[in-house]
């Protein structure tokens, strides 16, 4: 992982029409598929959980590329990824 914080700030939106405020921490290939990892941008009030969130990059019907909730194994799988960056990372220093 970069190390860098302040990055690139997204909003998403759900199936609901909910919008979503998220810090972009990282981005890992694997299986050739992208994954990205992002936090919550805390609004101040403290009801949000401040969880990890990670989504898988797809390419749209139309060509567009979408972030969509990976499947469960692939969540583990993309979790323990970042997890074992991060404390390669911390390893490091």
């Known amino acids: ?10 909003t998403i939106s759900d199936e609901d029409g909910n919008s979503y405020e998220l810090e972009h921490l990282d981005t890992i290939e ?4 992208y994954y990205l990892a992002f936090l919550p941008v805390s609004d101040g009030k403290g009801d949000e959980d401040l969880g990890m969130v990670i989504l898988k990059s797809e390419k749209g019907e139309d060509g567009d590329d979408y972030l969509v909730i990976p499947d469960d194994e692939e969540l583990d799988r993309a979790y323990d990824r970042f997890m074992e960056e991060l404390f390669a990372d911390d390893e490091e220093e």
Do not use: N
Request: aromatic share 8%; charged share 20%; no cysteine.
């Open 1 to 10: 992982m970069s190390g860098e914080f302040g990055g690139d700030i997204i």
């Open 30 to 33: 694997m299986d050739g598929a």
